[in-house]
């Protein structure tokens, strides 16, 4: 992975990660959209310029490719860099949170 890739994509924003969880199978925009609400119990909306700018610049990057156009939507998947980015990712949220288990753990609870 080459350093421009991590100084953008390492730590992500929740749009970008939302985005590459998603299209661990082909989806679209608005599908990405409809999917994330509903992971999220309705808590995060993607809106429309910032889902189609971040799909654009992560298409531009090679995280995700273009597959196919369906209904005049275009269909998108994650690539290997994709995946490996948010595998980073992944890791690094589940380190913050050991982390913040451990301290409350170990603390009783109490801030």
Do not use: W
């Not at 100084?7 to 409809?34: A, D, R, S």
């Amino acid at each position: 992975m080459d350093i421009h890739i991590k100084k953008v994509y390492v730590p992500m924003t929740e749009t970008g990660f939302y985005i590459l969880l998603c299209l661990q199978e082909p989806n679209h925009g608005y599908g990405i959209v409809q999917k994330v609400k509903e992971m999220t119990g309705g808590e995060i909306v993607l809106a429309p310029g910032t889902m189609y700018g971040s799909l654009s610049k992560m298409e531009y990057d090679g995280l995700i490719n273009f597959v196919r156009e369906e209904n005049k939507r275009r269909i998108f998947v994650i690539t290997k860099l994709g995946t490996e980015v948010l595998n980073i990712e992944m890791k690094r949220i589940e380190r913050l949170y050991k982390n913040m288990k451990e301290l409350r753990s170990g603390s009783g609870g109490e801030a």
